[in-house]
């Protein structure tokens, strides 16, 4: 069963960078769709990059020029580097993956989450 470890969450200011990881120890992660979402306090959870088994990506369009998502598969990762952070990109973010193309996946694998707060 796949499981996905988040990491790199924190506190930064306005403007600043974090790089989130995460790793399945498991299955090849070239055999999904894995994307990050976020949820803030009071809010839904919101899409935030997804990137297919053929290295497509899509993004919601606040965090487009300031958010990549990428994955490793050597090393089963999928990272989303994130700067010119913004306090409305405070949430807890959590990497899913889900067989299939992005589109039309479902996904039925998630992480712990791992908490991003944006100062000013």
């Known amino acids: 069963q796949v499981h996905l470890d988040e990491s790199g969450g924190g506190s930064v200011q306005t403007g600043g960078s974090l790089t989130l990881s995460c790793k399945d120890s498991?299955?090849?992660?070239?055999?999904?769709?894995l994307a990050w979402f976020r949820q803030a306090p009071g809010k839904e959870r919101e899409k935030v990059a997804t990137?297919?088994?053929?290295?497509?990506?899509k993004y919601t369009d606040s965090v487009k020029g300031r958010f990549t998502i990428s994955q490793d598969n050597a090393k089963n990762t999928l990272y989303l580097q994130m700067t010119v952070l913004k306090p409305e990109d405070t949430a807890m973010y959590y990497c899913?993956?889900?067989?299939?193309?992005?589109?039309?996946?479902?996904?039925?694998?998630w992480g712990q989450g791992t908490q991003v707060t944006v100062s000013s």
């Open positions: 899913a993956a889900g067989l299939g193309y992005c589109v039309v996946t479902k996904f039925a694998y």
């Open positions: 498991t299955y090849p992660f070239s055999d999904y769709c």
């Open positions: 990137v297919d088994s053929d290295g497509s990506t």
